[in-house]
């Protein structure tokens, strides 16, 4: 289990005029409260209608684009849930950013990968009035400098992490009903890419029977588990041939094949070029 240390990384009370950002995809969480006006966000495509009073949180990998309809003051934090000793080389991302393959290492788990649980965009505490306060207050806190108020910072925000664990874990311990839902398959294939990811761990991650879930996934997604996972390889691969100047050998290894015979024939299979072809054409069409 992914150690539990968090940490914020940019935070504001921020008023705005009507306004809007543009796509980017996020490395870390982001959760925001509309304390006034009206909000229309868009997450991973489906969208998103808050009022005065509500959060939304944004998980890592999530595609997002945010537009405040009306004045708004929408208090937010970017932070790390889990440890990585690389954090303070994180950042919240900017508008257009949405291809993060050079940061893969920086990219935060979500919590439906570690924990198995679906939080939704539209978050609803079982505490509203308490998790609102003790979020305004990580806000103030983070602008003071002192290492004591930091720490405080810490717990406050391990509070909320908790809260929202209480709230949402329940349905596993079996304290409240819940609709199978495959949201968190994209970002686990992700984050296990270079894994040798069988059906017995996929169907176990949904709590469901390798059968059950072979059949499910299929109806989602029109494609079988492993079918869709080489899909997601091979897009991989074709970023890192386009993108870096890793080596064939490096780039079977990082999305996951058994070898380098075994990454030629797929990818050759699955685009109609060699590993090699495909990276001469890209070079060619970026000049």
């Given amino acids: 289990m992914r150690p539990v ?14 306004w809007r950002f543009p796509e980017r995809r996020l490395l870390d969480y982001l959760l925001v409260y509309i304390q006034d006006g009206s909000c229309l966000f868009w997450v991973d495509h489906r969208e998103y209608r808050f009022q005065a009073g509500q959060f939304c949180l944004v ?96 717990v406050l925000v391990t509070e909320l992490i908790v809260s929202l664990l209480e709230t949402y874990y329940a349905p596993i311990r079996g304290t409240r009903q819940t609709v199978q839902t495959f949201d968190w398959i994209t970002s686990y294939f992700s984050l296990n890419l270079s894994e040798p990811l ?30 869709y996972l080489l899909h997601m390889r091979v897009n991989h691969a074709m970023e890192l041939l386009r993108n870096t100047e890793l080596n064939q050998e490096e780039i079977a290894s990082y999305c996951g094949f058994a070898d380098l015979h075994h990454f030629s ?14 990276k001469s054409s890209s070079s060619r069409q970026l000049t």
């Avoid at 240390?5 to 009507?18: D, G, I, N, Q």
């Avoid at 990585?84 to 990968?113: C, H, I, K, M, W």
């Avoid at 996929?202 to 029109?222: D, E, H, I, P, Q």
Wanted: with cysteine.
């Fill in 5 to 18: 240390v968090p940490y914020v990384r940019e935070s504001e009370f921020a008023l705005r005029k009507p």
């Fill in 59 to 154: 998980q890592p990998g999530s595609l997002v684009v945010l537009e405040g309809l009306t004045d708004t003051n929408t208090p937010f934090i970017h932070f790390d849930i889990f440890y990585n000793t690389e954090r303070e080389r994180s950042f919240p991302t900017r508008a257009g950013q949405v291809d993060l393959t050079a940061y893969q290492e920086l990219l935060q788990p979500r919590l439906d990968d570690v924990y198995g649980i679906e939080v939704p965009v539209n978050i609803e505490p079982l505490q509203p009035t308490k998790f609102r306060e003790t979020f305004l207050q990580i806000i103030e806190l983070c602008l003071q400098q002192d290492p004591v108020l930091q720490l405080k910072n810490q």
């Fill in 198 to 227: 069988t059906l017995q761990d996929m169907a176990g991650r949904a709590n469901l029977s390798v059968s059950r879930f072979s059949a499910t996934f299929k109806k989602r997604y029109g494609m079988s588990p492993h079918q």
């Fill in 265 to 278: 024939k797929t990818f050759k299979k699955r685009s109609g070029y060699s590993p090699g072809q495909w």
